[in-house]
């Protein structure tokens, strides 16, 4: 009877042992997993947004190429059909501004804007003067874009910004 006794308590340890090294297992795996998705979910959503903002870029540089002499840049008339045509399939565009550069001064020459600006946004200062595209992430009423300036050349001379 006493050497049942001893093996019931013994079986009981090991499975009491096992019990835990089995649940520590467990844990550690659900861990790794989690830390991973958790890592994955962060990579996967910094490449979306690189992505958009190079497709942002993309459309402002081909907008820009669009424009292509001084009558085009100083007239909003036509400035507004180009507008309609680059907004109108794309509802994720809220604006745009296109503004003439004269001796270093910006002149507001149309826009199409959900907000009303006070004057030319920080990424059209950069880019008149770094001369390239500029993308600036914004968070605003729970949500996230892109605003994005790009240069106007015309003959190769810097004429102009537009701001999508």
Same mark, same amino acid.
Request: aromatic share 4%; net charge negative; charged share 20%.
């Given at each position: /009877?006493?050497?049942?006794?001893?093996?019931?308590?013994?079986?009981?340890?090991?499975?009491?042992? %096992?019990?835990?090294a089995?649940?520590?297992?467990i844990a550690?795996?659900?861990?790794?997993?989690?830390?991973?998705?958790?890592?994955?979910?962060?990579?996967?959503?910094?490449?979306?947004?690189?992505?958009?903002?190079? $497709?942002?870029?993309?459309?402002?540089?081909?907008?820009?190429?669009?424009?292509?002499?001084?009558?085009?840049?100083?007239?909003?008339? %036509?400035?507004?059909? /180009?507008?309609?045509?680059?907004m109108?399939?794309?509802?994720?565009?809220?604006?745009?501004?296109?503004?003439?550069?004269?001796?270093?001064?910006?002149?507001?020459?149309?826009?199409?804007?959900?907000?009303?600006?006070?004057?030319?946004?920080p990424e059209?200062?950069?880019?008149?003067?770094?001369?390239?595209?500029?993308?600036?992430?914004?968070?605003?009423?729970?949500?996230?874009?892109?605003?994005?300036?790009?240069?106007?050349h015309?003959?190769?001379?810097?004429?102009?910004? $537009? $701001?999508?």
């Amino acid at each position: /009877m006493r050497t049942r006794w001893t093996q019931v308590v013994k079986l009981g340890l090991l499975r009491s042992l %096992q019990a835990k090294a089995t649940l520590l297992v467990i844990a550690i795996v659900a861990g790794v997993l989690a830390l991973s998705t958790f890592f994955n979910v962060r990579v996967s959503e910094r490449a979306l947004e690189r992505d958009l903002r190079d $497709h942002a870029i993309a459309l402002a540089r081909q907008f820009a190429a669009d424009i292509n002499s001084w009558e085009e840049l100083n007239s909003p008339e %036509q400035l507004q059909a /180009m507008i309609d045509q680059v907004m109108e399939p794309r509802s994720s565009i809220v604006g745009v501004e296109v503004y003439a550069v004269t001796e270093g001064v910006l002149t507001l020459i149309t826009s199409r804007d959900e907000k009303v600006s006070d004057g030319p946004s920080p990424e059209v200062s950069q880019v008149v003067l770094k001369n390239r595209p500029v993308a600036v992430l914004r968070e605003e009423l729970g949500g996230r874009q892109w605003d994005v300036a790009a240069p106007v050349h015309i003959g190769g001379v810097f004429g102009g910004v $537009h $701001h999508l």
